[in-house]
């Protein structure tokens, strides 16, 4: 069981927009703005898309933008794109000193 | 650019051993922290260690401590993490990865397979 729990699967047509939850608790998400989001397609690496809860990258579209409320972080993805078909992941540092992934969602363009 | 090429995958018996290492490049390695970061097939990721830039903090799992150990040589600029006693359980690609600060990952390598079977 993770430690992050985000949904299994979301889809979303072109152009649309979606949001991805990333629900923790006060010793991780809701406490620390060390969030991060990453996009991973199969048999790739991952790559960072969003860290810090909100910021993005050099390179990375400004399509994605990430934000927090409560335990709860949420990446948001607008004018959805066939190529955004990928597994998306959250992460954040707990006060225990580690890591601490979701699930993954999956991400599936209609 | 950055790069990290992982090295050292492999099949091992379970109760076997394996050394797994971390070419880094592009970056003044030395400076940063760095992190082990592996997925089972078809699962999702899990965060395995952490080490400072110096070396001298390190983080664990709490299923991968006392059997795994991360290190670095950072005149090699090379990451390492022996893993010993391994378990069916520990079969997955094994990611390095590069951080910002101790906890924010900004590159990752590309994995290398881990496959413990008798």
């Known amino acids: 069981q993770s430690a992050l729990t985000q949904p299994a699967s979301v889809s979303g047509s072109p152009g649309q927009s979606i949001t991805i939850s990333c629900s923790g608790t006060t010793s991780d998400v809701g406490y620390y703005n060390y969030v991060s989001w990453y996009q991973q397609y199969p048999g790739k690496a991952p790559k960072v898309m969003i860290y810090?809860?909100?910021d993005r990258p050099s390179g990375v579209s400004n399509r994605f933008s990430g934000s927090k409320s409560g335990n709860t972080a949420s990446l948001t993805i607008s004018g959805l794109q066939a190529e955004d078909e990928a597994d998306y992941y959250c992460s954040s540092y707990t006060s225990n000193n580690t890591l601490a992934f979701g699930g993954g969602t999956k991400l599936t363009v209609l | 650019e950055v790069q990290l090429m992982e090295s050292g995958g492999g099949l091992v018996q379970p109760g076997g051993s394996l050394r797994l290492s971390c070419a880094a490049s592009g970056f003044t390695f030395s400076s940063y922290a760095m992190t082990w970061v592996r997925q089972a097939p078809g699962k999702g990721l899990e965060w395995v260690s952490t080490i400072s830039d110096g070396g001298g903090r390190t983080y664990y799992a709490d299923s991968m401590k006392g059997r795994f150990t991360i290190s670095r040589d950072n005149s090699k600029n090379t990451l390492y993490l022996q893993m010993n006693s391994l378990r069916a359980e520990d079969t997955a690609v094994y990611f390095c990865?590069?951080?910002?600060?101790?906890?924010?990952?900004?590159?990752w390598g590309r994995g290398t397979l881990i496959t413990v079977s008798s």
């Open positions: 990865a590069k951080l910002r600060g101790l906890w924010r990952i900004d590159y």
């Open positions: 810090d809860v909100s």
